[in-house]
């Protein structure tokens, strides 16, 4: 499905980024509008007819638009999503409640989890039974179901969930119920054994009280969006990204919302895995620091989409991209606490009010502040002098830390900085070392529009020698949107055990499992043979608790085998040792369809010219002295030219900070390589 002009759209806490691409050329135009919080989509419309104006580009040669929301993430951290109730087996209702024993802090005395989204009054409970293989020990009854449905909307609910016990392994008892209700009420209903059919009642319910809680908000913004945006490209069709690193059409979100929690975070680990491949970097940290919040990423051969996931304590079992964000960008606001010990984050200044120095009311003082203290911004050319900094103002705001810690603005804001940047390191670690990776094997990619800023800050705490900075960093996570391909994961409790005799049942599974997404996928527009499908599955140790996820090689023959000698590498790889004497189950099949909507293309650099630098300025090192750095604007850098630091390379989406002992060199693909000097 190849598309020829296609726009991505990522909507930042700060800035909503834009790009667009002519898959023909090659050609990449930006843009970067202010986020609208209030309303997403204002940004977006914005962002999109102000691309196509400033570049002359017609609107009806747009074919795709690739957006990248927060809608959902947002709704679950702030807690606004929509009215549920919940219809469950009779007795099972305060499994919400219970939920598991896994605790953040196993010492902590006073451990607390999330509340319930859905109150206690509004959990009914249904007169219906199955067995853990499906059959009926109570049948649901016309009656029971007539009764049920009345108490549900008796609370004027605006969506409705419904999972009932074992509906994994027989869904009649739900789609009996379902139908009902959408024959009696216009109000978002949706069934567990259409949102998940997998065992785990707890993870299972949780998760279609998530799809029911995000339904109407999400489902009614993508079909406003898409009302809006038909009138600007009115030959486009607008594909959202999902948790999992792909996408689906708008227009089929309804009943799958769930997938778009995590939809903001997923492209930024794609779109600079992208710059990895073509480089041929086996292992790559993607590192998306914007205005509000950094989002990392270790990536290992290809992108990691696990399983599950968790937003504001709330259990997600949806595929999703492993990505693990912290409250560390641009806007993080620096404060003292109590014991006059200085913090930055996770509490943001945003796009409204913003850094102190944007000069729109703001008095605290950010990381942005601090960088433009320090000598490593412009204040007259910030987002390529469209967002002018006061740099009196940035003295302000942390003056007000400085006086408190008996120190000068200038060492505050370089203590900023470095806890700042300790944050980041914190969070790598638990990404690479906690798992068993040294990440100083890895490649550092930057992005968002703070990344680059303290790029090599980062890579020295680690011991990174290369820092690949991509050609537009600030717009890296919406390059990901248009680099995505349509994807669809479907997935089915098995709960086998170790014997051959297993492997016609799987194989029916897979087959199954196989014809569902592939028709999800055509339903969205793809063509059968454009269809590339993915065998996964869950396996154990009976008696362990949880799961590993385990490719099923392309051959679809001696499954039982094969994948059992691989789960046991598998096994060996994570925790050291295989048991050999313990019999393995196969607990939940998977198959993921993807058809690719594009072709990424480097873009060509084509300065060949060797550019000197534009001026000088003051910056101040990490050991606290002043030093004379070379500026630079990126783009009259010549192709292969390079760059010794200290120096400091301007672009519109964000600046380069290049420290002493560190050079910098621009390719001819547009790729900025940050290297250690071992000199």
């Known amino acids: 499905m190849f598309i020829m002009r296609m726009i991505g759209v990522d909507v930042g806490g700060t800035f909503t980024d834009v790009i667009m691409v002519d898959s023909k050329t090659g050609i990449e135009y930006v843009h970067k509008v202010p986020s609208t919080p209030e309303s997403q989509d204002k940004a977006v419309t914005k962002g999109v007819t102000e691309i196509l104006e400033m570049n002359y580009i017609n609107s009806q040669s747009i074919e795709l638009v690739v957006h990248g929301t927060t809608v959902a993430t947002n709704a679950m951290l702030e807690r606004k999503g929509a009215k549920v109730v919940l219809l469950t087996t009779e007795g099972l209702e305060d499994v919400l409640e219970i939920g598991r024993q896994n605790r953040d802090d196993i010492y902590s005395l006073r451990a607390e989890r999330a509340e319930p989204l859905v109150d206690r009054t509004n959990r009914i409970g249904v007169h219906e039974r199955l067995n853990s293989e499906g059959k009926a020990l109570i049948e649901l009854t016309d009656a029971t179901i007539s009764s049920v449905i009345s108490k549900a909307t008796a609370s004027q609910p605006d969506s409705i969930a419904v999972s009932l016990l074992f509906s994994y392994q027989n869904q009649e008892h739900e789609r009996r119920l379902l139908k009902a209700i959408n024959a009696s009420s216009e109000v978002y209903a949706v069934a567990s054994s259409n949102i998940l059919p997998e065992f785990r009642e707890f993870e299972r319910t949780s998760t279609t009280v998530l799809e029911a809680y995000l339904g109407p908000l999400v489902a009614g913004y993508l079909q406003r969006l898409d009302t809006s945006l038909s009138s600007i490209c009115p030959k486009s069709r607008l594909t959202v990204m999902q948790s999992n690193g792909g996408t689906m059409l708008a227009s089929r979100a309804k009943g799958q919302t769930i997938g778009l929690a995590i939809s903001g975070l997923a492209s930024g680990a794609i779109g600079g895995w992208e710059y990895a491949k073509q480089w041929s970097i086996p292992r790559a940290i993607t590192l998306d620091m914007g205005g509000t919040s950094c989002d990392i990423s270790a990536i290992m051969g290809n992108v990691v989409v696990k399983p599950d996931n968790e937003v504001g304590g709330l259990p997600l079992r949806v595929p999703s991209v492993d990505v693990k964000t912290?409250?560390?960008?641009?806007?993080?606001?620096?404060?003292?606490?109590?014991?006059?010990?200085?913090?930055?984050?996770?509490?943001?200044?945003?796009?409204?009010?913003?850094?102190?120095?944007?000069?729109?009311?703001?008095?605290?003082?950010?990381?942005?502040?601090?960088?433009?203290?320090?000598?490593?911004?412009n204040p007259e050319f910030f987002l390529g002098g469209n967002v002018p900094l006061d740099l009196d103002s940035a003295h302000e705001s942390i003056s007000k830390i400085s006086s408190c810690l008996d120190l000068t603005n200038e060492e505050t804001a370089l203590g900023i900085i470095r806890i700042s940047t300790a944050n980041m390191v914190n969070a790598i670690r638990e990404v690479t070392l906690?798992?068993?990776?040294?990440?100083?094997?890895?490649?550092?990619?930057?992005?968002?529009?703070?990344?680059?800023?303290?790029?090599?800050?980062?890579?020295?705490?680690?011991?990174?020698?290369?820092?690949?900075?991509?050609?537009?960093?600030?717009?890296?996570?919406?390059?990901?949107?248009?680099?995505?391909?349509?994807?669809?994961?479907?997935?089915?409790?098995?709960?086998?055990?170790?014997?051959?005799?297993?492997?016609?049942?799987?194989?029916?599974?897979?087959?199954?499992?196989?014809?569902?997404?592939?028709?999800?996928?055509?339903?969205?527009?793809?063509?059968?043979?454009?269809?590339?499908?993915?065998?996964?599955?869950?396996?154990?140790?009976?008696?362990?608790?949880?799961?590993?996820?385990?490719?099923?090689?392309?051959?679809?023959?001696?499954?039982?085998?094969?994948?059992?000698?691989?789960?046991?590498?598998?096994?060996?790889?994570?925790?050291?040792?295989?048991?050999s004497n313990r019999e393995i189950e196969w607990v939940t099949a998977r198959v993921v369809a993807k058809s690719e909507s594009g072709e990424f293309r480097p873009i060509k650099h084509r300065v060949n010219v060797t550019s000197e630098p534009i001026g000088q300025r003051r910056v101040l090192l990490a050991d606290g002295t002043w030093m004379m750095a070379d500026v630079y604007r990126r783009w009259d850098l010549a192709a292969k030219q390079e760059i010794v630091g200290p120096a400091i390379i301007e672009q519109l989406d964000t600046t380069t900070y290049v420290t002493p002992d560190w050079n910098a060199t621009q390719e001819n693909d547009g790729v900025l390589w940050l290297r250690r000097d071992e000199r």
């Not at 641009?330 to 943001?348: C, F, N």
């Not at 796009?351 to 320090?374: S, W």
């Not at 930057?446 to 717009?475: K, R, S």
Request: aromatic share 6%; glycine share 12%.
């Open 326 to 377: 912290i409250g560390a960008g641009g806007g993080s606001i620096a404060w003292i606490d109590t014991a006059s010990v200085l913090h930055v984050g996770p509490q943001s200044a945003g796009a409204f009010p913003g850094p102190a120095a944007y000069g729109k009311g703001g008095k605290d003082a950010t990381v942005t502040d601090a960088n433009l203290v320090l000598g490593r911004l």
């Open 434 to 579: 906690e798992r068993g990776s040294d990440p100083r094997k890895f490649t550092l990619i930057p992005f968002g529009g703070a990344g680059p800023t303290q790029a090599i800050d980062i890579a020295e705490a680690l011991g990174i020698n290369e820092v690949l900075v991509p050609p537009y960093p600030g717009i890296t996570s919406a390059l990901g949107l248009v680099c995505t391909d349509l994807r669809v994961d479907v997935m089915k409790t098995v709960l086998l055990v170790d014997d051959a005799r297993n492997e016609e049942t799987l194989l029916s599974t897979f087959s199954a499992l196989e014809n569902e997404a592939a028709e999800r996928l055509i339903r969205q527009g793809a063509s059968r043979k454009e269809i590339r499908l993915k065998w996964k599955i869950d396996m154990r140790y009976v008696g362990q608790s949880h799961e590993l996820n385990i490719d099923i090689p392309e051959e679809g023959t001696n499954i039982v085998e094969r994948s059992k000698s691989e789960f046991e590498r598998a096994h060996h790889e994570s925790f050291g040792y295989i048991m």
